[in-house]
DNA sequence: CCCTGATTCGC
DNA sequence: GCGAATCAGG
């Protein structure tokens, strides 16, 4: 591959909005996160922060007879690139849950079981044996104003799920109108159509994604 | 180990 | 100019 105009443009962008090497790398393809470095280098493109040049002012050139440390006589490999296709289990994992974040506060008396909420519908028991603090009950809260009487008259509770109504959640436990979507379960799912489109977002590895069309490359890459 | 960017230096 | 090899920190 060589630096044609539209992937050194490219190149620029995604390094001056704070891409890391091995996604521009990755993005552009058919390059190495080394070959990446060294263009933008060679652009003159600024140094972001790196971990080894945090901590220079000191030795400077403290070259004071060591080795001059010569690479492999051994010519290099061509590198012959086999664009293997990788999903990271991150990537491929079926999509989080709406929220999980549980604020801190005391904790109460005479609780014995707590549950956390890891994801749609998942939860991880904590019991007694748990080394880990107990996370007390959500205290109450809302990231909506609350609707007044949105009871939980209508709603799918616990005990109306089943294998044919989605069980999404919607809310978290422990909120008075925490429910399940109950909408039609999507046949072999646990949720609707829609919330299956949630919860299952294939992702295909970033070098076979369309290219995102307007900058900035499809914004924040979440990690 | 993984990741990161910086640098060197043969090609 | 290019980029693999290497370094070095997190």
């Known amino acids: 591959m060589s630096w044609t105009e539209e992937r050194i443009d490219r190149l620029k962008a995604m390094w001056t909005k704070g891409a890391t090497a091995s996604q521009i790398a ?3 393809g058919g390059v190495s996160r080394n070959a990446v470095i060294g263009k933008a280098h060679r652009l003159g493109l600024e140094s972001r922060p790196s971990p080894v040049k945090a901590g220079e002012e000191k030795e400077k050139k403290a070259k004071a007879a060591p080795a001059p440390r010569a690479p492999k006589p051994v010519a290099a490999k061509p590198a012959p690139q086999p664009v293997e296709s990788r999903l990271s289990a991150e990537e491929s994992r079926p999509a989080a849950a709406p929220a999980a974040a549980q604020p801190k506060a005391s904790a109460p ?15 991880i ?39 044919r109504v989605c069980r999404w959640p919607m809310g978290h436990p422990g909120e008075p ?3 399940f979507c109950g909408d039609a379960a999507n046949p072999g799912y646990p949720y609707c159509v829609a919330h299956c489109g ?19 490359y ?3 890459r979440v990690r």
């Open 177 to 179: 109108d925490f429910h």
């Open 109 to 123: 008396e005479g609780v014995t079981l707590q549950y956390r909420s890891v994801g749609p519908g998942g939860f």
């Open 198 to 216: 949630v919860a299952y977002q294939a992702q295909l590895p970033r070098r076979d994604r369309r290219p995102p069309p307007p900058l900035p």
């Open 218 to 220: 499809g914004g924040p």
């Open 26 to 28: 990755e993005e552009l």
């Open 125 to 163: 028991r904590q019991g007694p044996g748990d080394t880990q603090a107990p996370i007390p009950p959500a205290p109450p809260r809302r990231l909506v104003p609350a609707k007044p009487s949105a009871d939980v008259a209508d709603k799918t509770s616990l005990l109306d799920l089943n294998d």
